[in-house]
Each structure stands twice: as C-alpha cells, then as structure tokens.
C-alpha cells in the first residue's frame, strides 16, 4: 500500500515550452502534497505544498508563477513548469501524505521522482 | 524546525550491521525523528520513525537516547541493496497551517554496503 506514482518519469522538452508533471496516490486519498527539486549531487529542496482545494504554498525563493500547482482532487496534484530554461533541469519529486483515518503511518510517500531536461 | 547532524558517509560491510548516528540536540518535546532513504536516482523511502522509544519494523531498528538528543538507525544485516542516502529528520508537530507535516532535508549520510 502508500504508492505514489509520477508521470512521466523523464521529459526532454525545448527552452520556452510548459511541461506537465502529475503526482498521484494510487491507494490512498491525500489533501497534503508536497513537491521537492533535486539538483546532481544535492539534497531534495521543498519547493511547494499542495492542498487539495485551496492555493498552493510555496517555499521562500521559488517563483509561483513560473511553478503552477494545481490539486484538484484528493489523488493528484500537477506541477507545470512554464516558459522552461536550462536551469530548470532538474529532478522533481513529488510526495503525499495519506489523509487520517486512513490506517498505516503518519509520513509522506514519495513518487519515483520526474527527469527533466531542458534544451 | 529542529536539525540534524549526520556523518556525511559510512561503509559498512555486507551482512553486518550498519549504525547510522543522527545528532538533532535542538528537538522539541513533541517532534517526532524520521528516517529515509534515497537510492540513486529514485524518490525517497520511508524506513521507521520514533518519538521517545525504541522502534523496530521490518526493515530496521531506531535507538532514541534518553534525552532525545540523538538517535541511530540500524540496519541489522547490511546487503549491497541498502547502498543509499539516509536521511535523519525531524519533523514540526504543528497540528494547523497549510503546511503542516512537511519535512526538510539536510544531506544525509551516504552508507556504501561493499561485498
């Protein structure tokens, strides 16, 4: 149970183009999302935090009109990256944390994590 | 949020038990130490978690002092497998707010299981 799951897993896109990232949780409802941004060699950045039904939270030093997050359901949450530049290459992960009542353990579940690279 | 200091890397030997120490002498009475692990290019996995007593699960054990102030993760018998980033964090017990339960990273130890 608790598996998070992250489409795509890798995207190559062009400098100036929107990508899509979408986290679901496959067998648990969550109202709480979290997104990171993982760059080589460095630990995972919070960058948001999603909730279903209301505006996202966002990290000090991370541009919410660049980073759109949308939560509209209690299984997925998306994260758009728009106008893309090189320095947005990065790894994206996703996380939820299981609504209570649930069973199973108070924490965040993570996705695989989402490639991107921009050209 | 309370920190944690952990040693940057360790080696451990395969089939040997790994103890990672996590240092956190700043945490509140009512925060909870959290351990995961990160293997190479993959999200992040939730391992075990304690509040004031020792806690045993499946994939490890947590040793929490008495004051709080530190703890250690043990891998019992180490395989190659467990090669990963282990992060030690504490996380904030704020019941409200928008963000409640988020965790923040630090750099974590990276324990290197050799044959």
């Known amino acids: 149970g608790a598996v998070v799951s992250q489409h795509p897993s890798w995207v190559i896109c062009k400098s100036g183009t929107s990508v899509k990232i979408e986290c679901r949780s496959l067998?648990?409802?969550?109202?709480?999302m979290f997104w990171y941004r993982q760059f080589p060699k460095q630990s995972l950045m919070l960058m948001a935090t999603s909730n279903e039904g209301s505006k996202a939270t966002y990290e000090q030093g991370v541009e919410k009109d660049k980073f759109l997050i949308n939560h509209a359901s209690l299984t997925l949450s998306t994260l758009t990256v728009t106008s893309a530049h090189p320095e947005d290459s990065s790894f994206y992960i996703c996380?939820?944390?299981?609504?209570?009542?649930?069973?199973?353990?108070?924490?965040?579940?993570f996705g695989p994590g989402t490639r991107l690279t921009v050209l | 949020d309370a920190k944690t200091t952990q040693p940057t890397s360790m080696d451990c030997a395969e089939g040997r038990a790994a103890n990672l120490p996590c240092n956190h002498s700043?945490?509140?009475?009512?925060?909870?130490v959290y351990w995961y692990r990160q293997i190479h290019s993959q999200g992040p996995q939730y391992i075990i978690h304690?509040?004031?007593n020792n806690e045993t699960n499946e994939m490890a054990s947590l040793i929490i002092t008495e004051d709080r102030k530190s703890s250690t993760l043990i891998l019992p018998h180490a395989t190659l497998r467990d090669t990963a980033v282990y992060y030690c964090?504490?996380?904030?017990?704020?019941?409200?707010?928008?963000?409640?339960?988020?965790?923040?990273f630090g750099q974590g130890t990276i324990l290197t299981v050799h044959p």
């Open positions: 304690g509040l004031k």
């Open positions: 067998d648990f409802q969550a109202t709480t």
């Open positions: 964090i504490v996380r904030p017990t704020n019941a409200g707010g928008t963000s409640y339960g988020k965790l923040t």
């Open positions: 700043t945490i509140s009475g009512n925060e909870y």
């Open positions: 996380s939820a944390r299981p609504n209570p009542g649930q069973g199973g353990i108070d924490t965040q579940y």
